[in-house]
């Protein structure tokens, strides 16, 4: 088995499997990553065969300071400011590329832009600083299906064909970081995430604008394809209690309690809310019932991104 337990054996294994152009699952504080060297494009491209992601969906490149961020990127004084306050964190800013030979082309599926972040995970950050270089990462999933927040997820979804799975527990906050564009005028925000634009413009007095009728437009940011984290069984949203065959995923206060039911939150906390959802997505999808009812969840702060997520979730083409 492939999937050890975080310690200074497994870290450093790690680098020694990154440092060969190898794949390995680390925890941030968001969701699970699948790291390689961004600068080895032969690992990129195993990584996106794996995922099946499609070659145009770039990646974002995880750093372990602002130093190493302006190796490959210009990093303008508001991204500067932003950092310092949200750094580290979930908060990925998309800045202009500079020519460097640190990351591969593969890695920004050839754009002349770059997202890049520095998570607040230590495991993350120690393998960053140990292998001295960025670390490009998406998310532990196949293209397309819910992402993943602990090891076993990650075992689901990949077993033996990633390198090593470094087991940490469970992410933080269990959905993926905010992502603002900076090389945008006006800045905007490309995912809706942890942290909010409110908070971003709080903390800096940089406003970021909304990204209006995500939804439909043209696609620039590919987590904004409109079939996402999505689950094999259909969704049902808004539901308030499920139909015959449904499993059932519920938020605050809810009378239906069986074992094809889960509660995101009894007490109706958002954040506990976002921190189980993609967990308990997946555990009703293994019931295999004719759809997921999920019942209304308050569009305020991260909840917003909470329906977001299950809004494309339940988008089928
Ligand atoms: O929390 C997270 O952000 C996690 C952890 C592992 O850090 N990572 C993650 O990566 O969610 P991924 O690959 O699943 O999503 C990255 C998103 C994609 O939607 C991609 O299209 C967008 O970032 N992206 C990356 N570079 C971009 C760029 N230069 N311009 C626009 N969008 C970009
Ligand atoms: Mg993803």
Known sequence: MNKEKESKKSIELAINILKKGGIVSIMA????????????????????????????NPLIVHVDSIEMAEKFSYFTDDAKKIASKFWPGPLTMILEKKKTKVLSDFTTAGLNTVAVRMPDSKVFLEVITKLNKPIAAPSANESGYISPTNGIHVMDSFGDKVDLIIDSGRSKHGLEST????????????????????????ETNIKINKNINNLTRKIISPGQLKKHYSPKTPIRLNA???????????????????????????????????????????????????????????????????????KRASHYE
Not at 30 to 56: H, M
Not at 260 to 286: I, V
């Open 240 to 310: 308030k209690k499920p139909l015959k065959n449904e499993a059932y995923l519920s938020f605050g206060k809810s009378k239906i309690t069986n074992n094809s039911s889960l509660n995101l939150s009894p007490n109706g906390d958002l954040k506990e809310a976002a921190f189980n959802l993609f967990d308990f997505l997946r555990k009703l999808d293994k019931l295999n019932k004719a759809r997921i009812a999920i019942s209304s969840i308050p569009d305020i702060g991260i909840g917003k991104t909470i329906n977001e997520r299950l």
């Open 179 to 202: 992502i603002i564009n900076l090389k945008s005028k006006p800045y905007k925000v490309e995912r809706l995430g942890i942290i909010t634009r409110e908070e971003i413009k709080k």
């Open 29 to 56: 504080e968001t969701v699970y990553g699948l790291a390689v060297d961004s600068s080895n494009s032969k690992a990129i491209k195993t990584l996106f065969k794996l995922k099946n992601r499609p070659s145009y």
